[in-house]
């Protein structure tokens, strides 16, 4: 039989796959519903076919569940984004957009494109992203409600900065209830919802709470020595990255891992001009995390501070002194990624597919 390479074009109802041969050809073409029981039948339609890899776009999205099951089936499973399959879509002579058009075009790059992100179980596992998402999004709510009883606050109890200070601790909760508690009659509206919202900063907190004794549980389940004796980085940075990276191996050097991060600058020479550009992509996530690290050891850490005036004194502005440091840093948290990495028992140490 000729082999075949699948593209899948997943979405939260149906998905559709289509297969090509080495020629990029399109032999057939199956649609499914998301349901386990049809995403079974999806992949009984697969292992019919001689099958290289298979394609699926967003496999940590819509697609997750159909990778999740053809990884544990054995099959090749590579990450294909929306972004590639966009710029295929504009190469092909058929007109408009359908989703069979779309798992032809996954297909296609997947044929072409020898280095997309291949997936397996660590890839696939989310477990302490999801936790670190969730905190990072009850951090936000946080910021919210309290920029709402600030604003509630100003206009019931004018002047209680002095009594409440900084709206940041329970203790500071509590004085400004008393300050709710005391205005229900001169302003009862404003009161009300002010003891509601501190009522919702305190769930908050302890929601939070919640969270950061799941993201260390789950901390000690892994290798995080190395990383988390880099200065700056805490339980929760590290966590944070460990959720982005997943893998380390996904990365076969500290450069890839760098750009993937955003913190590598991206050549924009021409001509007798040469010159780097910013980095705007890569994991924004994981840049937020080495942006951390490298504040927390410009004001802390003795050698950051010293390379940091070494970049001024060679003319760099202060920012892009600091740029210089985060791409320094993600050279340390590969290293230590690494490290950890090799603490592993060798029977875990299988390499990545």
Known sequence: ????????????????????????????????GASPTQLGQLLTWIQALAVTKVAVEGSKGYGLPLARLLVAAGHTVVDVSSNLTADERKRSRRRGKDDEGDAVAIA???????????????HLDADLKLLV?????????????????????????????????????????????????????????????????????NALRDEQADLEKDIHG??????TTHLQSIPGVGPLVAAKILGEVRDV????????FAAHAGVAPVPASSGNTQRHRLARGGN???????????????????????????KRAEGKTPAEARRCLKRHLANVVYRALQADLATVPSADLSPAA
């Open 1 to 32: 039989m000729t082999p075949l390479v699948i593209g899948i074009d997943p979405h939260s109802r149906i998905h559709v796959a289509a297969a090509v041969d080495e020629h990029g050809r399109l032999v057939d073409t199956c649609e499914v």
């Open 284 to 310: 924004r996530q994981l840049n937020r995390a080495l942006f951390t690290i490298a504040m927390v050891q410009a004001r802390w850490h003795p050698p950051a501070r010293e390379y940091l005036a070494r």
């Open 108 to 122: 296609r790059i997947a044929l072409r494109e020898s280095d997309l992100p291949i997936m397996d179980p660590a």
């Open 218 to 223: 789950e901390l000690e389940q892994r290798s």
């Open 133 to 201: 998402d969730a905190r990072d999004q009850l951090v936000q709510e946080e910021a919210r409600v309290r920029n709402r009883l600030h604003a509630l606050l100003l206009n019931m109890a004018p002047g209680y900065h002095d009594t409440t200070g900084p709206l940041n601790s329970r203790p500071a909760f509590a004085r400004a209830r008393s300050l709710a508690l005391r205005a229900r009659k001169s302003d009862p509206i404003r009161a009300k919802l002010a003891l509601a919202a501190i009522r919702r900063l």
């Open 249 to 256: 191996r996904h990365y076969p050097s500290a450069a890839a």
